[in-house]
Each structure stands twice: as C-alpha cells, then as structure tokens.
Nanobody, 120 residues
Framework: VQLQASGGGLVQPGGSLRLSCAAS????????IGWFRQAPGKEREGVSC??????HYEDSVKGRFTISRDNAKNTGYLQMNSLKPDDTAVYYC????????????????WGQGTLVTVSS
C-alpha cells in the first residue's frame, strides 16, 4: 500500500503547478483524498480534500486550487494556480476510507511529500 506524491518544483509567483497522488496496492476510488502542506518552521496544515460526500478547501487556497481525482488512473490531483510565496511548502497527499473528508490529519495512508517553491 503506497501513495506517491509528485509534481512539485520551482515556480514564479502567479504561476501554476499540478500535483499528483498515485496510489498503489489499494483502490483509491473507495477513499477520501486529502492534501496537506508543511512550510519551513511551521506545523503541517490541511489544504483541501475530496470524497464521495464533499469537497473542501481552506480559505487560504479557495479560488486558486482545485482538487480532483481520476479513479481510472487511481490518482488524485491538486491543481494550483496563482501561486504565492506563502504557498511554499512540502505538500503531502493522504487517503482514508471515509464518505466525508476533512483536513484534519486523521488519514491512514500518507505519501512522502513533494516540495513546492514559489519564488522569483
């Protein structure tokens, strides 16, 4: 059972990135997917989540980030637009078997993280 986050990199302010979260060893379609991030010197925080029952965005990313999933590819995504320096962090995806999702860190499976750096 594994989650693999990818797609991070260096981007200028105002730019875009799409993060991917590929699952192996289990059917991601039966799980809620959460995205979290941890900036240098700060605690890990929730960003967004998606499930059969709901989709949620934290206020800090609402209108700029879009979470989605492709069950056929067993993969979740986080499209990040209008990136700001404050979005710089290691981004983690996570999964939990639940009809509803939250951005509390109560997830069973975690990916290894992918670094997003927003800087000019």
């Amino acid at each position: 059972v594994q989650l693999q986050a990818s797609g991070g990199g260096l981007v200028q302010p105002g730019g875009s990135l799409r993060l991917s979260c590929a699952a192996s060893g289990f059917n991601l379609a039966n799980y809620a997917i959460g995205w979290f991030r941890q900036a240098p010197g700060k605690e890990r925080e929730g960003v967004s989540c998606i499930s059969d029952g709901n989709t949620h965005y934290e206020d800090s990313v609402k209108g700029r980030f879009t979470i989605s999933r492709d069950n056929a590819k067993n993969t979740g995504y986080l499209q990040m637009n209008s990136l700001k320096p404050d979005d710089t962090a290691v981004y983690y995806c996570a999964a939990v078997r639940s009809y509803y999702c939250t951005v509390l860190p109560s997830y069973n499976y975690w990916g290894q993280g992918t670094l997003v750096t927003v800087s000019s």
